[in-house]
């Protein structure tokens, strides 16, 4: 737990230095495990202020994002995970509201390879996600199914899966 701490905390800091020119947007999430633990996650985004394939219909764009995630299960079950992860978003043209889809595939790191009924097989995880939203006055409100598997680098690899409601609001 000491080197996952420490291991977050310089991540943390090394990206927040590095990106401290550009405010970040806040985000919170709720939802479920596949298994039915609570997942409640904090993070922070970094749009990366580029669009592609720009037309009438829409536009592709994406952002960094750094988060925190506290699985609450029972006692042996409960785990903390730090991921970070490059997102592909695809916004669709709108006026006040601008529908979206989203895509990305990370890191994270948690802090015990047992959660639930799964053995992770490692701390190192790949986080997979997809997203749908949409975009208004700065916030955005979405669903997410996110993934996590060390992809086969170690056995078990059992996996784990969140499905959440977030919230994100731009400063």
Request: negative net charge; hydrophobic residues 40%; contains cysteine.
């Amino acid at each position: 737990m000491k080197k996952f701490c420490a291991f977050a905390a310089l991540a943390v800091f090394s990206f927040g230095v590095s990106h401290a020119a550009q405010a970040a947007d806040v985000t919170a999430a709720i939802g479920q495990s596949g298994d039915s633990t609570m997942v409640y996650r904090l993070g922070a985004q970094w749009d990366w202020n580029k669009s592609w394939m720009q037309s009438s219909v829409g536009r592709l764009t994406g952002y960094w994002d750094l988060g925190y995630t506290y699985w609450d299960g029972d006692k042996t079950a409960s785990n903390h995970s730090l991921s970070f992860a490059p997102v592909f978003v695809y916004e669709f043209a709108g006026q006040s509201v601008r529908p979206y889809v989203e895509a990305g595939i990370g890191v994270a790191a948690f802090s015990s390879t047992e959660l639930e009924d799964n053995d992770l097989g490692s701390s190192f995880q790949f986080e997979d996600r997809l997203g749908v939203g949409l975009r208004f006055s700065g916030q955005e409100i979405g669903l997410r199914a996110i993934h996590y598997s060390n992809a086969g680098l170690k056995q078990p690899n059992d996996g784990v899966e969140a499905y959440t409601l977030h919230y994100r609001m731009s400063f």
